[in-house]
């Protein structure tokens, strides 16, 4: 009957029931109780409340009076779910005669809620922000009313900051008790791919800033106990690093040196193994000394003014990981990452080297965009890697089945039975594709016999092999700043020579072309300061930061000339914004050869010296540059960017990075032009042309000579090999006179073959 609700006093009971929340009674006591008051001064059969999990959208029922009680905990609905998940989706109470004559209910086994047909529900709001459920229920068909809905309303609102710290308190706990499994009901994340590869590990989240998630976490239950153990761990740990960078130093010569030396130095200090040794000798088991003594490091890394020091959370995660591996029972533990998928937020150049060498699967990194010196290091290494922008990964418990979808850019956690099927289909694809690679020809020529140069763009010395391998017609574009991205000083004029030496004769035809310093943008190094600050891609960038700093120009112009002395030399200049920045670049290389001279070492005295268009003002001035350079590179990925104003790191802003856009080809047209008006050699690099849509214009424009990844140079070949140059040149015509994208697009998808 209604006059038995005696909902007056219901409210007063709520608002003193706040103060229970202090009382040392734990939360689900505290939330019991709530249902018991409510479902007592209303007399309904059921009340029950349900908490909002935000990371993972689900509501969760945390205490009942009158549903089975075996389901609090347990009982997980979406907003999308049952008249429960539509008050909160919608924000607002939901008042039914009869709930299950409604299109929204939803049966729940073994709830008990058979018999109970009046229904109502209030959402538990902070502002905007979703706490929770209120919901009552009664065995009589229209028992609520409006009012009841007004009371309940008062009620979830006088308990709703409360609650929110209940239901703080019981994610937190869950987070720590969840068996592993069904700590995510994340199942496909999507991202950004580098390469089109497929991966497969089990996750391990290396850097994340949520809350307590910085810290190196134990990933198993079962680690060897003795002191002896720890001391054989340390011992092993040691060895396996010294011999990592042996390995470095023969595999990356260019960038290994001494990566490693952090973590040994690191292994060896008191304040690290000496301080796990002294927890050990007071009863701690080693691997919770390794724990806390890691742990320790981080907060000091993480929390420090320096840089430079911050830097080093991930190597002291990175020890601490392989510390725990070699405590761990298993034989043959390497210590490495092999069958692991690493996720982190971010990673410096040198961080990616160590993952790589330590046979990391994949990588899955969270954040703003892709950074592209880091995907395109990925891509030398050979390492699968997706970007996301979707932070529910750094989240993921450690130990989940994760496979990396390059082809989609998907990252799938847990995959069921038939994904896992795909994924072997995926697998064979891959195979399939490397032995497409082995079939390469010589030369690559359109269908109608007219050659195309297909160059290689070298990041690493490593990729020199495979660019023999696959034939290259030379060398396009060696991006010397990789080697000093990785160090913490400069490398000396030495060291770069013996780096540029390896590259201009490892590489067995073609010419070589080295580009100075192409740092600033997003290639930052620690060690120079002025080219941080504020837009970066607008400030102390490549040859802008070389003509401020003539000592390190000069230093590697003589490096350069010396190691290109017995070849056919190229030396380029990157962002290059007008004819004077050239000139100034070209008298830097006059001044380098006296020095060279007056220093008696021999050099190439005749190297080719050209310039990147990249710039709109480049492209404005570009017979100028034509008549005074002896080549030119078109740089697509940076053109684009500064041409259309789009970053090319921010993944929000990708599907504005067009190459399709008509000022784009426009401008690449131009330059053709004007390479051909004045015989200046031309070649294009950068990821435009991965588009064979667009590769097809640009052979259909003329441009005969590309750069690229050598990985790609047997797709190339294949796709070229197909062109009808004739064809090609008509559609290139008139895909120039059509004036918007859509058009483009349109316009390349039925003509494209
Ligand atoms: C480019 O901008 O297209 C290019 C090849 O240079 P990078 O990607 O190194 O800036
Ligand atoms: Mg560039």
Same mark, same amino acid.
């Given at each position: ?262 973590? *040994?130095?690191?292994?060896? #200090? @008191?304040?690290? %193994?000496?301080?796990?040794?002294? &927890?050990? =000798?007071?009863?701690? +088991? ?124 998907? *990252?799938?956690?847990?995959? #069921? @039975?038939?994904? %896992?099927?795909?994924?072997?289909? &995926?697998? =064979?694809?891959?195979? +399939? ?321």
């Amino acid at each position: 009957m209604k006059t038995q609700k005696d909902d007056i006093e219901l409210i007063c009971s709520v608002g003193e029931l706040s103060d229970l929340f202090n009382e040392p009674r734990g939360v689900s006591a505290f939330l019991q109780k709530v249902v018991d008051t409510v479902s007592k001064h209303m007399h309904s059969d059921v009340c029950s409340i349900y908490l909002f999990n935000e990371k993972d959208r689900q509501l969760t029922l945390e205490a009942t009076r009158g549903l089975n009680p075996e389901l609090i905990g347990n009982l997980q609905l979406s907003l999308d779910e049952g008249l429960v998940g539509i008050t909160l989706k919608r924000l607002h109470s939901i008042l039914e005669q009869d709930g299950r004559e409604s299109d929204f209910y939803k049966a729940i086994d073994n709830s008990g809620e058979e018999t109970y047909k009046a229904f109502l529900a209030v959402p538990i709001l902070r502002g905007l922000t979703r706490i929770g459920v209120l919901a009552v229920q009664h065995h009589k068909v229209g028992y609520f009313d409006k009012k009841d809905s007004r009371v309940l309303k008062a009620i979830a609102s006088q308990l709703a900051t409360t609650l929110e710290n209940a239901r703080m308190l019981t994610n937190m706990s869950r987070e720590s008790t969840k068996p592993k499994q069904s700590q995510t009901d994340v199942h496909i994340v999507s991202g950004t791919a580098v390469g089109q590869g497929v991966a497969r590990g089990r996750s391990f989240t290396l850097e994340s800033n949520a809350p307590g998630k910085q810290y190196l976490r134990a990933s198993s239950d079962n680690y060897l106990e003795t002191h002896e153990d720890f001391k054989n761990a340390l011992a092993q740990t040691e060895k396996q690093l010294k011999e990592l960078q042996q390995h470095l130093d023969e595999e990356l010569s260019d960038m290994a040196s001494m990566i490693f030396s952090a973590h *040994i130095l690191m292994l060896k #200090d @008191e304040s690290f %193994s000496g301080e796990m040794e002294n &927890l050990i =000798q007071l009863g701690t +088991k080693p691997h919770t000394s390794v724990l806390q003594v890691v742990n320790r490091f981080v907060d000091i890394f993480s929390t420090a003014d320096n840089s430079r020091l911050q830097e080093k959370v991930q190597d002291v995660k990175d020890l601490g990981h392989r510390l725990l591996l070699n405590l761990s029972p298993q034989e043959d533990q390497s210590g490495d990452y092999s069958g692991q998928v690493v996720i982190a937020q971010e990673l410096l150049p040198s961080e990616l080297i160590k993952l790589s060498a330590q046979k990391v699967e994949g990588l899955i990194l969270f954040g703003g965009g892709a950074s592209a010196h880091i995907s395109i290091l990925a891509a030398s290494l050979g390492i699968n890697l997706i970007y996301t922008d979707d932070e529910r990964v750094l989240d993921l418990p450690e130990d989940l089945d994760i496979i990396l979808d390059g082809n989609q850019g998907n *990252i799938i956690i847990e995959p #069921d @039975e038939k994904t %896992s099927l795909r994924f072997d289909e &995926l697998l =064979q694809t891959q195979a +399939k594709m490397a032995q497409l690679e082995e079939q390469v020809d010589e030369e690559t020529r359109t269908a109608c016999g007219r050659r195309i140069d297909l160059l290689a763009s070298i990041n690493l010395l490593s990729d020199i092999k495979s660019a023999n391998r696959l034939k290259a017609d030379g060398i396009g574009l060696y991006r010397s700043e990789f080697p000093f991205l990785i160090r913490n000083d400069f490398p000396t004029e030495e060291e770069q020579f013996r780096v540029y030496h390896n590259v201009t004769h490892d590489i067995n035809r073609g010419f070589v072309t080295l580009r100075t310093l192409d740092i600033g943008g997003d290639k930052i190094l620690s060690y120079v300061p002025e080219a941080q600050g504020d837009n970066p891609f607008l400030g102390l960038r490549a040859l802008r930061f070389l003509l401020k700093n003539k000592k390190i120009f000069v230093g590697q112009l003589k490096a350069m000339l010396r190691a290109g002395e017995d070849c056919d030399l190229r030396i380029m200049f990157p962002l290059v914004s007008s004819l004077d920045d050239f000139l100034q670049a070209k008298t830097m290389v006059e001044k380098s050869m006296e020095f060279l001279d007056r220093d008696g070492l021999s050099y190439n005295a005749k190297p080719k010296l050209g310039v990147m268009i990249e710039l709109p003002s480049a492209v404005f001035m570009v017979n100028e540059l034509a008549m005074e350079a002896d080549f030119m590179s078109i740089g697509t990925n940076d053109l684009v960017q500064y041409l259309l104003g789009v970053d090319r790191t921010n993944s929000s802003v990708a599907s504005l990075f067009q190459g399709e856009h008509p000022a784009v080809l426009k401008a690449i047209n131009q330059v053709v032009q004007a390479s051909i008006t004045h015989n200046c050699h031309l070649s294009m690099c950068g990821n435009l042309t991965k588009d064979k849509r667009l590769l097809y214009i640009f052979v259909g424009m003329g441009i005969k000579s590309f750069s690229v990844a050598p990985q790609r140079i047997p797709m190339m070949q294949a796709f070229i090999g197909g062109i009808d140059f004739k064809k090609a040149q008509q559609d290139a015509e008139e895909v120039l006179k059509l004036t918007t994208t859509e058009d483009v697009i349109t316009f390349l998808e039925q003509r494209v073959p």
